[in-house]
Every structure is written in C-alpha cells, then in structure tokens.
C-alpha cells in the first residue's frame, strides 16, 4: 500500500505516535519523521520540568515540522506531532495542504498505563491532565481519520492504513 498524503499521526502523549508512525511509514512505504526531533532543546527542557508548552513554544515547532510535510507534499511521508488543537493543525495545513491526520485515541487509564510504563521520553505523565484538556478532536471538515489505540501495535496500524485507505488520494 502507498499513499500521496503526508500523514501526520496526532494524539495527546501516550497514544503511541512514536510507535505507530514508524510501523504506518513501513506499511505505506514511506519515510517516517519524528515530531519530537523537530523541538528546539528549550521546549524539550520545559516539558522535562513539568511545564506545558504555550503557544508560543509551539508555533516554530509546528512550522519546522510543517516545512518537513510540504518538501514532502506528493512524495508522502508520516510524521509523528501532537496536533492537538485545531489552530495547530490548521498552521500544518496552511504549510502543507494536502496533509492527512491519524487521530491515535484512548481512554486516559489506558493512555496513562502505557506513558507510566515507557522509558526514556521527556514527557511527564503529570502533563496528561494538560493534553487531554487542550486536546480538540479532528472536526468533519479536517482530512484525517481517528483510529482507536486498544489492541497491539501491529493491530492499531493495521486500523489506520485501512481507514487511510478510504481517503480520496490514497492508493491501495
């Protein structure tokens, strides 16, 4: 399977974009991006302390990941990014139209679970209560699908290509 898209695999800390971004790059024959790559070191220190982002952390972030999609606009690609307010997907969209979002979702005990169990990310799980607050579900109008994150990795990936695959500019 293979798609023109750039996918951008959007979701509250937790959900597993780290995991799934690479597996749906596999699986669609694509490059992958880590969205966390993209932040400048002082974001990765204020998260590390406990301390959410504000906006203004967040626009030069979502603008290099932004500039990653559209050198990559009908070459596809996926990339991992929070995304978690309409403002900032729609800073995306305005860098790179044609992206597509994987809305990963979960109840928060499971999302919790998993965050308590990983090791080596900056993300407290403190900041869950922060993301899940901000968090603005994908609306009708925004190209993307939201894929459930219950199941093994392998499950979830395979959910999200086949719901990508339903999206007009997709090729199975």
């Known amino acids: 399977m293979s798609t023109l898209h750039v996918v951008v695999v959007m979701g509250?800390?937790?959900?597993?974009k780290t995991t799934i971004g690479p597996l749906l790059a596999a699986r669609l024959g694509v490059p992958y991006a880590e969205g966390d790559d993209f932040h400048p070191q002082a974001n990765i220190a204020k998260m590390s302390a406990g301390t959410p982002l504000d906006d203004?952390?967040?626009w030069p972030w979502l603008d290099a990941i932004?500039?990653?999609?559209?050198?990559?606009?009908?070459?596809?690609?996926?990339?991992?990014?929070?995304?978690?307010?309409?403002?900032?997907?729609?800073?995306l969209r305005?860098?790179?139209?044609?992206?597509?979002?994987?809305?990963?979702?979960?109840?928060?005990?499971?999302?919790?679970d998993r965050m308590t169990h990983r090791q080596g990310h900056f993300m407290p799980t403190a900041l869950l209560d922060s993301q899940f607050a901000t968090l603005q579900p994908l609306q009708a109008d925004e190209a993307g699908v939201a894929v459930d994150v219950a199941g093994s990795p392998e499950e979830i990936t395979e959910r999200a290509a086949k719901a990508l695959s339903g999206l007009p500019g997709s090729a199975a």
């Open 66 to 91: 932004g500039a990653w999609a559209h050198e990559r606009a009908g070459l596809g690609g996926v990339v991992s990014c929070s995304a978690l307010k309409r403002s900032y997907r729609d800073r």
């Open 94 to 112: 305005a860098a790179a139209p044609g992206v597509v979002f994987v809305h990963l979702t979960g109840d928060r005990p499971l999302i919790e």
């Open 56 to 58: 203004g952390d967040r």
């Open 12 to 16: 509250v800390a937790g959900t597993g």
